[in-house]
Protein backbone atom coordinates (compact mmCIF):
# COMPACT_ATOMS: atom_id res chain seq x y z
CA UNK A 1 0.00 0.00 0.00
CA UNK A 2 2.67 2.44 0.40
CA UNK A 3 3.17 2.51 -3.68
CA UNK A 4 -0.28 3.50 -3.78
CA UNK A 5 0.21 6.21 -1.05
CA UNK A 6 3.46 7.37 -2.73
CA UNK A 7 1.87 7.21 -6.42
CA UNK A 8 0.48 10.66 -6.20
CA UNK A 9 -2.93 9.32 -6.54
CA UNK A 10 -5.54 11.88 -5.42
CA UNK A 11 -8.41 10.00 -5.43
CA UNK A 12 -9.55 6.17 -5.90
CA UNK A 13 -12.96 4.90 -7.86
CA UNK A 14 -13.05 1.20 -6.82
CA UNK A 15 -15.32 -0.99 -9.20
CA UNK A 16 -16.97 -3.91 -7.00
CA UNK A 17 -20.61 -4.75 -9.56
CA UNK A 18 -21.36 -8.23 -10.46
CA UNK A 19 -18.25 -9.20 -7.62
CA UNK A 20 -20.38 -11.70 -5.67
CA UNK A 21 -17.22 -13.99 -4.20
CA UNK A 22 -14.78 -14.61 -1.55
CA UNK A 23 -15.10 -15.17 1.39
CA UNK A 24 -16.22 -12.87 4.10
CA UNK A 25 -12.80 -12.59 5.93
CA UNK A 26 -11.67 -11.42 2.28
CA UNK A 27 -14.14 -8.57 2.37
CA UNK A 28 -13.29 -7.42 5.41
CA UNK A 29 -9.46 -7.65 5.41
CA UNK A 30 -9.56 -5.25 2.04
CA UNK A 31 -11.72 -2.81 4.02
CA UNK A 32 -9.16 -2.81 6.88
CA UNK A 33 -6.57 -1.61 4.73
CA UNK A 34 -9.10 1.89 4.26
CA UNK A 35 -9.80 2.63 7.59
CA UNK A 36 -7.65 3.13 10.54
CA UNK A 37 -9.96 2.92 13.36
CA UNK A 38 -13.27 2.49 14.70
CA UNK A 39 -15.94 -0.06 13.82
CA UNK A 40 -16.51 -1.42 10.53
CA UNK A 41 -19.64 -3.74 10.88
CA UNK A 42 -21.21 -6.05 13.16
CA UNK A 43 -22.07 -9.45 13.24
CA UNK A 44 -25.22 -10.78 15.06
CA UNK A 45 -24.99 -14.85 16.13
CA UNK A 46 -27.74 -17.71 17.25
CA UNK A 47 -28.71 -16.09 20.75
CA UNK A 48 -28.27 -12.24 19.46
CA UNK A 49 -24.69 -12.42 20.65
CA UNK A 50 -23.33 -9.26 18.82
CA UNK A 51 -19.23 -9.19 17.57
CA UNK A 52 -18.26 -5.81 16.39
CA UNK A 53 -15.49 -6.26 13.89
CA UNK A 54 -13.09 -3.01 13.65
CA UNK A 55 -10.34 -1.44 11.77
CA UNK A 56 -6.57 -2.61 12.54
CA UNK A 57 -4.45 -0.64 10.08
CA UNK A 58 -3.82 2.52 12.12
CA UNK A 59 -1.71 4.87 10.75
CA UNK A 60 -0.74 2.56 7.42
CA UNK A 61 -4.29 2.90 6.40
CA UNK A 62 -4.63 4.16 2.39
CA UNK A 63 -6.09 7.56 3.52
CA UNK A 64 -6.89 9.17 -0.24
CA UNK A 65 -11.09 9.68 -0.74
CA UNK A 66 -12.73 6.51 -2.60
CA UNK A 67 -15.87 6.32 -4.73
CA UNK A 68 -17.09 2.29 -4.79
CA UNK A 69 -19.32 2.18 -7.70
CA UNK A 70 -22.19 -0.88 -6.63
CA UNK A 71 -25.17 -2.64 -8.38
CA UNK A 72 -27.55 -5.86 -7.54
CA UNK A 73 -25.19 -7.96 -8.15
CA UNK A 74 -22.39 -6.73 -5.12
CA UNK A 75 -22.43 -9.50 -2.63
CA UNK A 76 -20.49 -11.31 -0.47
CA UNK A 77 -16.99 -10.29 0.20
CA UNK A 78 -17.93 -6.78 -1.73
CA UNK A 79 -21.06 -6.11 0.33
CA UNK A 80 -19.26 -6.29 3.06
CA UNK A 81 -16.08 -4.06 1.71
CA UNK A 82 -18.73 -1.69 0.90
CA UNK A 83 -20.43 -1.86 4.10
CA UNK A 84 -17.08 -0.92 6.04
CA UNK A 85 -16.16 1.77 4.17
CA UNK A 86 -19.72 3.69 3.83
CA UNK A 87 -20.65 2.82 6.73
CA UNK A 88 -17.83 5.00 8.43
CA UNK A 89 -18.01 7.70 5.92
CA UNK A 90 -14.57 6.44 4.52
CA UNK A 91 -16.32 6.02 0.80
CA UNK A 92 -19.45 7.26 -0.99
CA UNK A 93 -20.95 4.66 -3.11
CA UNK A 94 -22.53 5.17 -6.41
CA UNK A 95 -24.90 2.97 -8.41
CA UNK A 96 -27.68 0.27 -7.33
CA UNK A 97 -28.39 -1.34 -4.06
CA UNK A 98 -25.91 -3.92 -2.93
CA UNK A 99 -27.79 -7.82 -3.42
CA UNK A 100 -27.64 -7.90 0.17
CA UNK A 101 -26.39 -11.41 0.88
CA UNK A 102 -24.68 -10.87 4.20
CA UNK A 103 -24.79 -14.21 6.09
CA UNK A 104 -23.02 -17.31 7.32
CA UNK A 105 -24.72 -20.17 6.47
CA UNK A 106 -23.95 -24.27 7.42
CA UNK A 107 -25.67 -27.39 6.39
CA UNK A 108 -26.63 -29.32 9.53
CA UNK A 109 -27.08 -32.77 8.48
CA UNK A 110 -30.36 -34.56 9.94
CA UNK A 111 -30.67 -38.46 11.54
CA UNK A 112 -32.53 -39.04 7.55
CA UNK A 113 -29.95 -38.35 5.14
CA UNK A 114 -31.10 -35.02 4.65
CA UNK A 115 -29.85 -31.29 5.32
CA UNK A 116 -31.14 -28.05 6.76
CA UNK A 117 -29.26 -25.11 5.50
CA UNK A 118 -29.19 -22.99 8.37
CA UNK A 119 -28.28 -19.16 8.74
CA UNK A 120 -26.47 -19.31 12.04
CA UNK A 121 -25.28 -15.44 11.97
CA UNK A 122 -26.00 -12.27 9.68
CA UNK A 123 -23.57 -8.67 9.53
CA UNK A 124 -24.92 -5.66 9.94
CA UNK A 125 -23.74 -2.49 8.96
CA UNK A 126 -21.93 0.16 11.97
CA UNK A 127 -24.81 1.49 12.84
CA UNK A 128 -26.49 -1.90 13.28
CA UNK A 129 -28.63 -1.55 10.14
CA UNK A 130 -29.68 -5.00 8.53
CA UNK A 131 -27.14 -5.98 5.30
CA UNK A 132 -28.57 -9.38 5.00
CA UNK A 133 -31.80 -8.82 2.42
CA UNK A 134 -31.84 -5.29 2.54
CA UNK A 135 -28.77 -4.27 0.95
CA UNK A 136 -26.71 -1.31 0.81
CA UNK A 137 -28.26 2.12 -0.46
CA UNK A 138 -25.69 4.11 -2.48
CA UNK A 139 -24.67 7.62 -1.72
CA UNK A 140 -25.56 8.59 -5.62
CA UNK A 141 -28.39 6.22 -6.84
CA UNK A 142 -28.08 5.74 -10.23
CA UNK A 143 -30.99 4.31 -12.56
CA UNK A 144 -30.62 1.80 -15.18
CA UNK A 145 -31.74 1.41 -18.07
CA UNK A 146 -33.02 -2.68 -18.33
CA UNK A 147 -32.75 -4.24 -21.84
CA UNK A 148 -35.41 -6.41 -23.08
CA UNK A 149 -33.99 -9.70 -25.04
CA UNK A 150 -32.86 -8.90 -28.59
CA UNK A 151 -32.73 -5.06 -27.76
CA UNK A 152 -29.25 -2.98 -28.34
CA UNK A 153 -27.27 -2.53 -25.44
CA UNK A 154 -27.11 1.01 -24.65
CA UNK A 155 -24.26 2.78 -25.33
CA UNK A 156 -22.22 4.07 -22.05
CA UNK A 157 -21.81 2.83 -18.57
CA UNK A 158 -24.12 4.79 -16.84
CA UNK A 159 -22.50 3.79 -12.86
CA UNK A 160 -19.25 4.72 -14.14
CA UNK A 161 -19.68 8.36 -15.62
CA UNK A 162 -21.78 9.26 -12.50
CA UNK A 163 -19.08 7.70 -9.87
CA UNK A 164 -16.60 9.99 -11.90
CA UNK A 165 -18.85 12.68 -11.99
CA UNK A 166 -19.32 12.01 -8.04
CA UNK A 167 -15.63 11.84 -7.82
CA UNK A 168 -14.84 15.26 -9.98
CA UNK A 169 -17.44 16.94 -8.39
CA UNK A 170 -17.11 16.24 -4.41
CA UNK A 171 -13.86 15.12 -3.45
CA UNK A 172 -11.12 15.95 -6.10
Given at each position: MTELRDSGARALLIDVRSAAGGSFEEGIAAA???????????????????????????????????????????????????????????????GQRTAGRASLQKLVKLSDGTGLWLSWARYLQASGDPIHRSGIRPTVEVQVSVVQFGEPVPSGDEILEQGLEHLRSTIL
Open positions: RLFVSSGTLLRRTEHGDRQVDVTATAGTEAVDIPLVLLTDFGTAHAAELFVAGLSGTSRADTV
